[in-house]
């Protein structure tokens, strides 16, 4: 089942076209990747599907029914994780929870339940601080279980990771590829490498329209030119190869790349014939970044 569906949306601001014919559609229980660089229409996008702003042409269905611009009856189904959730920050974490199982008019059992769940789930299960205390990835991890506290069909996610180090980046990409057995995820950012760690497909924006879409195996075939890494034992060997095949390029981890690959049969031939010692050779994965910089034209 399609949890998101986008079928020939659009989006104008006066004359200025944001979105321009965009379509594509979420499987339920996938974290699903929306790329694109800041201003390509992610957020735009976003908030149409949360009902926060009108469509210009087109239509965006939510579990198989049809948003609508105002106080959409789909809304009920999506949880929102924005780039900078905000909290009262005299709260602790438990208590936050509590406030917003109360808005929503949970029992007592099912809000002390549902909050060490999900505290449980994202690392804050032992936390008594107050959120004022609270880091930026504490934070986005909070925003994660206050998405989630009301069993969303449909998590959304803007750029969550695009202002945390290293660790509660990974630490927040494993939460949300966790989240994928609860809900769908829709993941917007601009980092290509948390693309490639939890999504399982992903579509490409650029300039108000999608240039590539699919899962992530299928979008990395688009690249066909796999790089070959060549790892030689002597340092002087790898020399007279460069000489030999001008094509061949010295890499940054000490190896020779070879990015044409129907001179491999006589690179190994010219190795074989001199009795060389090669450490490893291996076949390189396509980068999502490569792939991107191709399909926008840079």
Known sequence: MEMLTLTHVQKHFGEKEVLKDVSFSVPEHTVFGFVGRNGAGKTTAMKMILGLLPVSGGEIRVNNLPVCYGNTHTNRFVGYLPDVPEFYSYMTPKEYLRLCGEIAGMAPREIQSRSEE????????????????????????????????????????????????????????????????????????????????????????????IVVKGSLEEVRKRKKEAAMEIWMERAEDAGVLMSAFPFLESSERESLLLKEPEGLPDILRFIADRNMAVLRMERQETALEDLFMEVVGQ
């Not at 994202?122 to 008594?128: A, W």
């Not at 990974?170 to 948390?194: G, M, Y």
Request: hydrophobic share 40%.
């Open 118 to 209: 999900l505290l449980g789930l994202v690392g804050l299960g032992r936390e008594k601080r107050r959120i004022k205390g609270f880091s930026r990835g504490m934070k986005q991890r909070l925003g994660i279980a206050q998405a989630l506290f009301g069993r969303p069909k449909l998590l959304i996610c803007d750029e969550p990771t695009s202002a945390l180090d290293p660790v509660g980046r990974k630490e927040l990409l494993d939460i949300l590829a966790a989240a994928r057995e609860q809900t769908t995820v829709l993941f917007s950012t601009h980092i290509l490498s948390d693309v490639e760690h939890i999504c399982d497909e992903i579509a490409f924006l650029h300039e108000g329209r």
